[in-house]
């Protein structure tokens, strides 16, 4: 990334303006991190309808479901000491989760 880097990063914040429409695609992401030894280390997007991240080998499929035909200001943090993933949208926490690959960072 311009500025800095990911690799070993031990934590880290990502923000995305989404507009959903009606779509057919079961996924699609929209950040991906490769290293050498990992095609996606990193993914953020939407699965079926919930914005999802993969970090590591690990899923999380978080409870929000974006609105159709609004922009959205989402932002998502995660530590890489505790695991701990916080979901915003609009400014809002609207979900949480522990121990998302805690203790690891991209490599």
């Known amino acids: 990334p311009p500025g800095g880097s990911l690799p ?14 009606a779509y057919n695609d079961t996924y699609r992401f929209f950040l991906s ?8 280390e990193l993914l953020f997007g939407e699965e079926q309808g919930h914005l999802v991240i993969y970090m590591n080998d690990a899923w999380w ?6 609105q159709e035909n609004v922009w959205t200001h989402v ?13 915003q949208i609009d400014g809002v926490v609207v979900d949480e989760r522990e121990r998302l690959q805690d203790g690891r960072a991209p490599s």
């Open 33 to 40: 991190y490769a290293v050498p030894s990992s095609i996606n």
């Open 75 to 87: 932002c998502w943090t995660w530590q890489s000491e505790t695991g701990n993933v916080v979901l």
């Open 61 to 66: 499929i978080s409870s929000y479901d974006p």
């Open 8 to 21: 070993g990063a031990a934590h880290g914040a990502h923000h995305v303006h989404l507009y959903r429409n």
